[in-house]
């Protein structure tokens, strides 16, 4: 106290003697007293009016809010001080706060009073991810549950999200602008009510594979397509490529660049950046006439009359330096050729030719073989019902042979063949013992046929009869 007296001592002298000059040091004298005996006179304590006041949740506490008078002093004036403060401004509540007022002539007054921390700020709303105002971005068929794009957040609460309530509900089904109101309050009753406009619309970008990643290599000289490199694809709808660059299939040894643009019909992009290098990296595409072909057993093969060309994508023809391997006719089975053919920088390819080397009889068989189950006819030549005879000239036939009709006369043509030389597809005959012939079958081998046996049956395989008479071949 004695300080600030000495600085209303210290702020008279200046002003009244030391810049105006105008007067004496009698006067300085005077002035003390008047001072001193100011304060002497006064004998009233501040009065400490404030019987509560508030604080805000999380400020700091004021002592100016505090209402104090003096008879003499100004507010200004007074020393305020806090005798013990356990005031915890973190923590709604009520408090008690012991306060002291001091004023110039040093009277004191000290009282407790209620210090409450309230809760007066109702919570924030915010829109999740980038704030575009009261516009919310909403994927079409995304969520309707507007917390997906709007939180609220308190000050004393936290997330209060899950109070929210809305005068409508969010049909994110339906493209288009909807204005749904909002509403949250905190525990402390505060309330946040705003309007905000839903925007329902197609947010997602296409779906793009780079299915050779973005760094490719690309053989020389082949045709460039998208397609190839780059898959696009939408939920709603198409989508369009816009390729900005080119790529050159000639040009070795030199990354190329293009940028591919690929928009959906709401304009969502997703930007793909691809890397050419130009190589060559395929052998000669080797053409031949055909990839399967049949050979009789034993006659001569030509593998090289299958060969059309080989063609190399940088060094042209080069159908001469094709290799070919050769096959075995004379046994039977399923074989194959292989043509080899290398470029300048050793790119092979190879081509293959499958060969069946068969007999004449297979073929006999395949064929029979179609009518298995087909029901025995007396006199019936196919194609659905046969006796024995109609069977054996109907497959015959089929490959450009004619037999007789009967079994007696199929037996009497063709070249006589003994038991123990038979081959698959030839006719094998039964009957009497005096030589007359009653049936006929195809050979199998294995000493099986298969043959039309007799009414009530269906064509099949069986052992061969007893009662063999003789065989014949035809082929």
């Known amino acids: 106290m004695k300080e600030k007296l000495n600085k209303k001592l210290n702020s008279f002298i200046n002003e009244n003697i030391i810049k105006r000059k105008a007067m004496f040091i009698p006067i300085l004298g005077v002035s003390v007293f008047m001072l001193v005996g100011y304060a002497a006179v006064d004998k009233e304590?501040?009065?400490?009016v404030s019987n509560r006041i508030e604080v805000a949740y999380g400020e700091k506490l004021d002592l100016n809010v505090i209402d104090i008078t003096d008879n003499h002093d100004k507010r200004d004036e007074l020393i305020v001080d806090?005798?013990?403060?356990?005031?915890?401004?973190?923590?709604?509540?009520t408090y008690e706060l012991t306060v002291s007022a001091t004023d110039c002539s040093l009277n004191e007054t000290t009282k407790t009073i209620a210090v409450e921390v309230v809760d007066d700020e109702a919570p924030e709303f915010k829109i999740v991810g980038a704030d575009k105002g009261y516009v919310v971005q909403v994927p079409i068929n995304g969520?309707?549950?507007?917390?997906?794009?709007i939180t609220a957040i308190d000050n004393v609460d936290g997330d209060v999200s899950p109070f929210i309530e809305t005068d409508k509900e969010l049909d994110a089904t339906k493209p288009g602008i909807q204005d749904i109101t909002l509403s949250v309050t905190d525990s402390s009753g505060n309330v946040n009510e705003k309007m905000f406009e839903f925007a329902v619309s197609d947010l997602t970008p296409p779906s793009v594979v780079l299915t050779q990643g973005k760094d490719i290599v690309i053989d020389y000289g082949s045709e460039f397509n998208l397609d190839n490199y780059l898959v696009a694809s939408d939920?709603?709808?198409?989508?369009?490529?816009?390729?900005?660059?080119?790529?050159?299939?000639?040009?070795?040894?030199?990354?190329?660049?293009?940028?591919?643009?690929?928009?959906?019909?709401?304009?969502n992009e997703v930007v793909s950046i691809l890397n050419f290098?130009?190589?060559?990296?395929?052998?000669?595409?080797?053409?031949?006439?055909?990839?399967?072909?049949?050979?009789?057993?034993?006659d001569s093969f030509d593998p090289r009359s299958y060969l059309v060309s080989a063609i190399d994508n940088k060094d042209g023809d080069v159908t001469a330096n094709v290799m070919i391997s050769n096959i075995d006719t004379s046994s039977t089975g399923d074989k194959s050729v292989t043509y080899t053919v290398a470029d300048t920088l050793g790119n092979k390819s190879v081509a293959t030719l499958n060969v069946k080397v068969y007999t004449p009889g297979t073929k006999i068989l395949e064929t029979a073989y179609t009518k298995l189950g087909s029901p025995y006819a007396w006199g019936a030549t196919g194609p659905n019902s046969f006796d024995c005879s109609g069977f054996t000239s109907w497959v015959y036939r089929q490959h450009g042979i004619s037999l007789s009709r009967t079994?007696?006369?199929?037996?009497?043509?063709?070249?006589?063949?003994?038991?123990?030389?038979?081959?698959?597809?030839?006719?094998?005959?039964?009957?009497?013992?005096a030589g007359r012939i009653t049936h006929v079958g195809i050979y199998v081998g294995d000493g099986q046929m298969v043959?039309?046996?007799?009414?009530?049956?269906?064509?099949?395989?069986?052992?061969?009869?007893?009662n063999y008479v003789t065989a014949r071949r035809y082929l």
């Open 45 to 48: 304590s501040p009065i400490i």
């Open 82 to 93: 806090i005798k013990a403060n356990n005031v915890n401004v973190m923590q709604l509540g």
């Open 143 to 149: 969520s309707s549950d507007v917390t997906s794009y």
């Open 235 to 267: 939920d709603m709808g198409t989508v369009t490529n816009v390729v900005t660059g080119t790529v050159d299939t000639r040009k070795e040894n030199e990354v190329q660049t293009i940028k591919v643009s690929t928009k959906d019909e709401a304009e």
């Open 277 to 298: 290098t130009v190589k060559d990296i395929s052998g000669p595409q080797i053409n031949l006439t055909t990839t399967n072909t049949e050979v009789v057993k034993g």
């Open 407 to 433: 079994a007696q006369s199929q037996s009497q043509g063709g070249t006589p063949v003994e038991r123990g030389d038979l081959q698959p597809g030839d006719l094998v005959f039964f009957g009497s013992s």
């Open 451 to 466: 043959h039309s046996p007799q009414t009530g049956d269906v064509v099949k395989v069986s052992s061969l009869h007893k």
